[in-house]
């Protein structure tokens, strides 16, 4: 199916995203010997055979995981490498759909070329949008076109609680649950702190100290969102920080003849402002 181009500036942005690296041609080309190699592997090593969509699974998280840090360390040789890891993947699932008679690879990069097409109707289509962010709502409203259930349908139940949380608030988002202001957001993460600390104080259930300590991260959660932060992205960025200042305690201890096992927390202390020091 043909979709004309709407959008005055397309054109222009695709004609200048070649300006740098390979032909189309060549672009397809490496694409096949990709998948030319696939099936070669499913013929011919015995553990490429053996592989099932189950037992890819985790290996596919691992890979998707080296591909989160190498773009934290801004390493982008390590994004090319890692991005071919998951491309392999990706081709390895669709020749067992293949060969299942489920799927194919055509059927996938249709798939997701129709979707694209059909979300970005002020691109295929006659709609304006202002800005991203209306872009991102019009995203959830067009799902629910698609005859989604629920907005929060596409958020993977296996998803990282924090990572789930965020996406889940950006969903709602998009269908006008939102709070107006961030001084309405800050209050209602001033109201989840005060009702831990009731729970901690006075209460001996466990469980109802965890509901409201799961409330209060949530509410962070939706606060970091409405900041333009993502939370989980800004809690990486301290356990990289306290890494590297602890790291600082050991090594700088070690030239000094001590051990952290064998130091008190202001010994400790000393150290990790002086690894603030050199930050």
Sequence with gaps: MMFPYFCKNFKMVKKNNNAFGASLQEKLKAFERLLNIMDDLRIGCPWDRKQTFDSLRHLTLEEVYELSDAILDKDADGIREELGDIMLHLVFYAKIGEEKRAFDIKDVLEGISDKLVFRHPHIYGDVTVSDAEEVADNWEKLKLEEG?????????????????AYRMQEKAKGVGFEWETREQMWGKVMEEMEELKTEVEHSQSKDRIEDEFG?????????????????????????????????FIETESAKDGKSVQNMNLDEMDAYWNKAKETE
């Design 215 to 247: 409330d209060l991260l949530f509410a962070l959660t939706n606060y970091a969102r409405y900041l333009g932060i993502n939370p989980d992205d800004a809690l990486e960025r301290t356990n990289r920080k306290f890494i590297r200042r602890f790291q």
């Design 148 to 164: 989604k259930k629920s907005v929060l349908g596409g958020v993977p139940q296996s998803l990282p609680p924090l990572l789930k």
